[in-house]
């Protein structure tokens, strides 16, 4: 599986990188997304949507434990984060969720690895190491399934593109790595150092 890094230095870059998602999204897609509480998810959810052209604001449905939002398509923005078993998520009516009229966008998704589907996209985000600036925050996508791999590909192009666009320093430098591993390369917050292209 390739997997595919980069470090965000604000949220602003966070939800340029969400926004990068956006035009590959198509009704039925599901991605999940982990990191602990304030690595940014919301965040990056936030970006996405409003490139999708959600006009509502966009919150974390951690008390409503989902929000729909109307965007180019149907958007459902879940957060799992307080349920405790399977058997909650699908009182909820999470297998209605995955039908393939909306994008289904899940903070917390690891919780419920089993009930995603086959094909999906993981984003995992993470805060900085201590010696680390507190607004790093280190992005990884797996992408599962091989329609998802060329999405995170023009994710990146895009995010690239864009990234390069708001920074205040030119750089041709490349703020992505791309690794063949499993699981992300190296220490906490380091990926950028490790990775290979
Ligand atoms: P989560 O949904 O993962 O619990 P949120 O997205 O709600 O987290 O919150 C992330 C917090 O971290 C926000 O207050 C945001 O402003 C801050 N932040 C600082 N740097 C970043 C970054 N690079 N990316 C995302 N959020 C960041
Ligand atoms: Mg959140």
Known sequence: ???LSVVTHSAEETRIVGASLAPTLLPGDVVSLSGDLGAGKTVFVQGLCVALGVEDRVLSPTFTIVHEYDGRFPI???????LDS???VLDLGYEEFLDPSSVVLVEWGEAIGPLLPRRFLEVELRQPGIEEPEDHR????????AEWIAKVQAMRDTAE??????AEE???ETRFFVTDEPQPPASRGRIAETGTD
């Open 1 to 3: 599986m390739r997997v």
């Open 76 to 82: 459902l923005h879940l957060d799992i984060y307080r």
């Open 86 to 88: 399977f058997q909650e």
């Open 138 to 145: 280190a992005l990884t996508f797996r992408p599962h399934g």
């Open 161 to 166: 593109t864009l990234l390069a666009a708001a």
């Open 170 to 172: 030119t750089t041709t």
